[in-house]
């Protein structure tokens, strides 16, 4: 399935619900026959086609069922009038996700469902539900910062934000929210729970414990994100499996503990069922206030799967468990099987659950049950889990953030212990205290925990090497890392090691992987060039910022290199410093008719002529080009170059503008 949802998002068109619909059929139709039949290879073969084609049907009925308009073209500065949906106050702005019932001159058909805005001025106290007026600037959303990237405006079509801007004058409250729907009820909520957690929690861990409870990451400082970013801490800020599994895990034993306190219950009711129950219900209200993200939905379905195995009295830990999580989350989103959270969510825990019957397939039960020795065995579980999640995420970090962490490992083995112990039970004991006021005791708590967290990664990172820059993988070789850890994981023959080789094998290849020695933006406003000695040259520093800092981490380029003197530039004619290729960026309709006759690939930032683009003799990227491509990126190749294209031609896909 997960082959199915991942093939649909590389089709350059979209495909044919009614003919993915049959397609889909023919194999089902083709497993009952030859099941009828004993036909165990045609029924397994069947089997196989079917979920793949299941998973590209499931993506395509998605994509048709979130349908909404996208703003094709930039839009203001124009009056904005709608319900504000959502409130995000980060470090140095605000950030309103709105419903728009007017904008500008548009007709109602061209107004997109939902908007998302940023306003850098004094902070607004407006809430979810009020109705505003808002005056900025409006544009459709973006693309990819470069081939194969993070499709941002993909990510937006399915939260159904069809603009992103940015406003010039402060919002205007129209009116204050009367009636309320169950979702602005609970993201006012959420807005009240982190505010008093942030209030009641001193230190630099305060707005940390607000996300802990709510999931809202946008209050934590950027230099606090980056050093847990680098000692590979940063999934303690993403509610996931710890989280979820801390929360439910100790609402279970502690039902199970007041329980088993009372000797009649005990002897006359399932009180281990009762527990499971009263964590389940729980969870849910976790899931609520913690605004249900992916990785959050992901640990409730496994949560949920693992109480629901209690119920039944079946085992509760297996892969056959996280499958069905993952199963249950393709059906309904299938398009988070394309983010770094769904992957390396389940990478972890997939790994951690194998390991996990592979110790207790060989029956390594400890006889000493003294405290010492328990409390070693902890220190030793905590070991080996911080050492498999992290083996099996490593791959994925290098992939999707061309980084890894090298402290890692130590930065948690050094803090989970007081995450585990103190952080999470003070968070669960303070949300459950907060509806008395008796929580006002435990924040403080939780506060001196957190900040002592921050000094120790602050140590951490800080130390020299901390972080390695990691040049983008060809997929050949993050294909080969996957299926090795898939066959390591989930086989259960002892040629099951061969998954290690393959890994090998993918690792090995991986610094081999061809890199672009030309970048262009999809708006043309900005190229890199890298030069024979590898070096990444950028034509303006200031222009396009966040796809220039995409080239560098793709490009594993540590720091900015002030050589805009490698671009020899005179008026408005450019000669593009790129390694083996001849590239001229121009400005002008007279310099690119020029360029056309001298140089091999031109750049042209403009919207030329019909007679130009035919009779230019070199390869000619206009505007045209982009709007229709997206991002390119040039690789050199024996026989000159290749292309490689950021986005489909515009308009075959829906999330395209």
Known sequence: MIAGVTVYFALPT?????????????????????????????????????????????????????SAPILPRAVGPTGIEGTLLLREDRPGDQRFTIAPDTIGALTEDQIPEKIRVTWRGDRMDVHPGDRVRVFGQLMPPPGPALPGGFDYGRQLYYDRIGAVGFLYAQPEIKAAASRNSLHIRIERLRDRIAARIERLTPGAGAPIAATLVTGQRDGIPPEITNILRDTGLAHLLAISGLHMGLVCGLLFFSLRFIFACHP???????????????????????????????????????AVIGFLAI????????????????????????????????????????????AYEFVHEQQWTPRDRRLPTRFLRFIGALFLTSLIAGMATSPMSMFHFNRIAVYGLGANMAVMPLFTLIVMPGAVLGLVLMPLGLDQFVWPVVGWALSTIIQVTDMIAARPGAVMPIAQWSGLAWGLVMGGMLILCLFRAAWRWAGVGVILLGMGLAPLSPQPV????????????????????????????????????????????????????????????????????????????????????????????????????????????????GPISFYLTREGYRLKEGAPLRGDRPWVP
């Open 518 to 629: 030309l970048l262009i933006s999809e708006d043309l406003r900005n190229i890199g060039a890298v030069d024979q000695a590898g070096e990444l040259s950028i034509l303006s520093p200031q222009r396009a910022r966040f796809t220039v800092d995409q080239w560098r981490e793709s490009l594993a380029v540590t720091k900015e290199k002030r050589e805009l003197e490698k671009f020899a530039c005179e008026e408005g004619v450019c000669q593009v410093p790129a390694y083996g290729l001849d590239v001229t960026y121009t400005e002008t309709i007279e310099a690119t008719a020029r360029a056309c006759r001298e140089a091999e690939i031109v750049i042209a930032p403009l919207w030329t002529a019909e007679d130009l683009k035919t009779s230019c003799a070199a390869l000619l990227i206009t505007k045209e080009t982009s709007a229709a491509r």
């Open 264 to 302: 009649g219950w005990t002897a006359r009711y399932p009180i281990k069922k009762w527990a499971a129950v009263g964590a389940i219900l729980g969870g849910i209200v976790y899931l609520a206030i913690s605004g249900a993200p992916v990785s959050a939905q992901r640990a409730f379905i496994m």
């Open 311 to 354: 119920l039944a009295e079946r085992r509760a830990i297996s892969l056959r468990n996280v499958a069905i999580a993952a199963v249950v989350i393709i059906i309904l989103s299938p398009e988070a099987v394309m983010g770094a959270g769904f992957q390396m969510s389940f990478a972890a825990v997939t790994a951690l659950v194998a």
């Open 14 to 66: 979209e495909p044919s619900l009614p003919l993915v619909l049959l397609a889909t059929l023919l194999p089902a139709a083709g497993w009952i026959w030859a099941s009828r039949r004993g036909a165990a290879y045609s029924s397994f073969g069947s089997r196989l086609i079917f979920f793949f084609l299941l998973g590209l049907l499931l993506a395509t009925i998605r994509t048709a069922s979130v």
